[in-house]
């Protein structure tokens, strides 16, 4: 599990292209806010430096919300830590408004200037990236993580992975807490980019299926910087796979196991995980009952609950409550 975790030091506040006639953006830093998160962070780092199943990052999420301050010592804590640095950069149009009203400077840009675009960065989405930022990154040996489904939620630009990847970038997928499942993200990103792309150069293999499944597991483990442990089935590397049911209708016949399994396998037909080795799920049964995490889950959604609703574009009703 990556795990990330972080509270901004920064209040922005972001006048759209319009509101600039009279109105500017502006930004106001909370002195001794950044060395008091950085030192939750790094004691986050140091509890789980030797636990095999948690990889944590330090995440100066977005230029808004994080400061200049912050996202230097971030940097030196990742440096420090061999952690990585995660940033979510060129996501919307918001952000890079802002970026050039503060600055002058596209969100990647700006990161360049900030001296903490480097191995260790991964960019989150990079859905707005001009080639001259990808330069950057490759330049800069930065990652990127790709989440299909949230392309789709916040309506966003679809990102030219190809084209990235050609540039020596590696590209992981991930899910954004959209979609926490990864049958239904390689599915998702299969599918975005062949319509999304693929459709309008009558190009049918865009990003072939084999590349979907790689950014699933080897390259998204090289983006973190741990495929030394995990990503790919070697020695030296830990057990962690899944078995899926083969005799499942719909995966038979079998002609092209690969693309396949990325267009219709699903979690219902995982049967068994290891995960280091150990078994966590057996003939479909989870070995931990999963009973109390559930209710805990359930207790802090309550909590989220009326924080979220007012940002809804539509209320929730009863009838989408019930369902």
């Known amino acids: 599990v990556a795990f990330l975790r972080s509270h901004g030091d920064q209040k922005a506040h972001h006048a759209a292209l319009y509101s600039q006639i009279k109105d500017r953006s502006t930004l106001s830093v909370r002195a001794g806010a950044a060395e008091a998160d950085l030192r939750r962070t790094a004691d986050l780092i140091a509890r789980h430096a030797g636990d095999p199943m948690t990889f944590v990052?330090?995440?100066?999420?977005?230029?808004?919300?994080?400061?200049?301050?912050?996202f230097r010592e971030a940097h030196a804590?990742?440096?420090?830590?061999?952690?990585?640095?995660?940033?979510?950069?060129?996501?919307?149009?918001?952000?890079?408004?802002?970026?050039?009203?503060?600055?002058?400077?596209?969100?990647?840009?700006?990161?360049?200037?900030?001296?903490?675009?480097?191995?260790?960065?991964?960019?989150?989405?990079?859905?707005?990236?001009t080639p001259r930022e990808a330069g950057l990154m490759a330049e800069a040996g930065a990652?990127?993580?790709?989440?299909?489904?949230?392309?789709?939620?916040?309506?966003?630009?679809?990102?030219?992975?190809?084209?990235?990847?050609?540039?020596?970038?590696?590209?992981?997928?991930?899910c954004d807490n959209a979609v926490n499942d990864m049958w239904e993200v390689v599915r998702a990103a299969w599918l975005l980019h062949l319509t999304g792309r693929g459709i309008e150069s009558y190009d049918p293999e865009i990003l072939p299926e084999a590349d979907v499944l790689a950014m699933a597991t080897?390259?998204?483990?090289?983006?973190?910087?741990?495929?030394?442990?995990?990503?790919?089935?070697?020695?030296?590397?830990?057990?962690?796979?899944?078995?899926?049911?083969?005799?499942?209708?719909?995966?038979?016949?079998?002609?092209d196991l690969l693309p396949e399994l990325v267009r219709n396998a699903t979690r219902a037909e995982v049967t068994d995980v290891l995960i280091g080795g150990r078994p966590a799920l057996v003939a479909g049964r989870h070995v931990a009952e999963p009973g109390p995490l559930r209710a805990e889950a359930e207790a802090v959604a309550a909590r989220l609950r009326p924080l979220i609703e007012p940002r809804r574009y539509r209320p929730v009703t009863a009838r989408r409550l019930c369902c």
């Open 143 to 174: 990652a990127v993580a790709h989440s299909a489904v949230e392309v789709a939620n916040i309506l966003a630009r679809v990102p030219d992975i190809p084209a990235l990847r050609a540039r020596g970038i590696r590209v992981g997928l991930g």
């Open 77 to 129: 804590l990742a440096r420090e830590t061999s952690a990585a640095l995660h940033v979510h950069a060129a996501r919307d149009r918001e952000e890079v408004e802002f970026s050039l009203a503060l600055w002058g400077r596209r969100p990647i840009e700006r990161l360049a200037d900030l001296g903490v675009l480097d191995e260790r960065t991964v960019i989150v989405h990079g859905m707005l990236a």
């Open 57 to 70: 990052g330090v995440c100066p999420s977005n230029l808004l919300s994080f400061s200049e301050g912050y």
């Open 218 to 255: 080897c390259e998204a483990a090289a983006a973190l910087g741990i495929a030394q442990e995990v990503g790919s089935l070697e020695p030296g590397k830990r057990a962690d796979l899944q078995v899926l049911d083969g005799a499942a209708p719909h995966l038979r016949p079998v002609q």
